[in-house]
């Protein structure tokens, strides 16, 4: 690929452009806002997590409903937008990035209206479904839009963005739950849920100023119009070039084509993409696959949503029995994770993504180890103990710092970049699909996991799990910082011994700048 690559810098006359070691860009502007109006979709998803953790209470006490049908109905979302992520991925290959958005954006709007309006369970559980479809459609399409318009240099710092915007809407649903505690049970939750057709307006009118995603205009022929949206969103007229040329390989379209429209060779049908990855997938691809379905799986299974979810249930078992104090307690956890996530964003295309990840999840099992241990001690004691309380407290925040700062935006970051274009839709959808089964299975058996081997030991159960996540990042996920889309595919294939290929990477880029720059002497000697 890097020969490729300098092969056509020679024609083009931009050897000496692509090799001089450039400023430091700004960030391009157009970019963020379109990065920025794109993560809207991931406040739907955010909205309701927060929210939810609060309307559960008085659901409960309206409705009249046990134990395991709170637990259903808090993490059923979650197995229902399954059904949105695995249709995104052909609905965004179909009709485009962009107007996957308004559809997410339409069905998660009907369904806030649905459980806002709900007579009964039954009602309720109808309206998540249709709600838990939107939000698949969402989760699924605004990493890979944000991937595929952002350019390399700041991609980690665009990518992120719709963690932070899950961040966001999980203070909002705070805030909401907050907001409308003071009303009669059987208004306030519905007004706490119904409230969440509000982003989803938003979402659709922000389309509206939006360009469609450069990867998806190239793949329907359309190179004109890719080309006015790379030349917007990169950092230089040549970064655009390039891109263009790396983007019309990935779809197998001839470099000398550069007419208006041309005619895109064959993609792949479903079935063939699902052999590549899944039937005879190449050593390259079996480790993307792996890792990135394996990075998602970790992140749900550490236990967030059990956190963020049942926060409320956590506080009282750590001593605070007043309705309002929990919910109040629940806002400091949103806001501690939303001041988090944005201090990741600034720190993903400077530190790079192992790093944090590592320290991060690292971290997180420590705090689940000390959450589990205060936890533990308050369940065994008479009377209160302020220590345990206040640790129990500040190991909740630590907890979701850490994992702000890390295993959440690195997560979606990794795995949208990781793909190959042809199997990128696909890939992301499948993902984003175990990322929700994870989740739906942790949100809901965690009170019948704290009931069988207490709330101290579920904890533990969970630092167990991140402790396994630590050992399987640090062991085969390479680091993707600065590179390109296209270029990310060659760090794979190697499994545990990525490090060596990295190298042998880097010793025949440098070998191939120092032969490129010796050429150009002559020509910059006349």
Known sequence: MADKKQGRNAVCGQLQIAFDPPKKPKRNKYAVAC???????????????????????YIKKDLNINDVQVEILAGILNLYSLIGSAAAGRTSDWIGRRNT???????????????????????????????????GYALMIAPV??????????????????????????????????????????????????????????LAISVLAM?????????????????????KTSESPEEADLRLSEIKEAAGIPECCNDDVVEVPKRPKGDSVWRELFISPTPAIKHIVLTGLGIHFFQQASG?????????????????????????????????????VLVATFLLDRVGRRPLLLTSVGGMVMSLIFLSIGLTVIDHSDGTVFWAIALCITMVLVYVALFSI???????????????LRLRATGCSLAVALNR????????????????????????????????????????????????????????????????TLRELKAKEKNNNAQIQMATVPAVGS
């Open 35 to 57: 990065s920025f109006l794109a993560s809207l979709a991931s406040i739907l998803l955010g909205y309701d997590i927060g929210v939810m953790s609060g309307a559960i209470i």
């Open 304 to 340: 967030i949503d059990s956190v963020v979810l049942y926060s409320p249930t956590i506080f009282e078992k750590a001593g605070i029995k007043s309705d309002t104090d929990r919910l109040l307690a629940t806002v400091a956890v949103g806001i501690i994770k939303t001041i988090f």
């Open 101 to 135: 958005m308004v559809v997410a954006a339409v069905i998660f709007f009907v369904g806030a209206l649905l459980m806002g309006f709900a007579t009964n369970y039954a009602f309720l559980m109808f309206g998540r479904f249709v709600a838990g479809i939107g939000v």
């Open 145 to 202: 839009y944000t991937a595929e318009v952002s350019p390399a240099s700041s991609r980690g710092f665009l990518t992120s963005f719709p963690e932070v915007f899950i961040n966001g809407g999980i203070l909002l649903g705070y805030v909401s739950n907050f907001a409308f505690s003071k009303l009669p049970a059987h208004l306030s939750w519905r007004f706490m849920l119904g409230i969440g057709a509000v982003p989803s307006v938003f």
């Open 406 to 420: 890390g295993a959440g935006p690195i997560t979606w970051v990794y795995s949208s970049e990781i793909f190959p």
């Open 437 to 500: 089964v994870t989740s739906g299975v942790v949100s809901m058996t965690f009170l019948s996991l704290e009931k069988a081997i207490t709330i101290g030991g579920a904890f533990f159960f969970y630092a167990g799990l991140a402790g396994l996540a630590w050992v399987f990042f640090f062991t085969l996920m390479p680091e993707t910082q600065g590179k390109t889309l296209e270029e990310t595919e060659e760090l794979f294939g190697t499994f545990f011994k990525w490090r060596l």
């Open 211 to 231: 360009p469609e995603s450069p990867r998806w205009l190239v793949m329907q022929g359309r190179l004109s119009e890719a080309r006015t949206v790379l030349k």
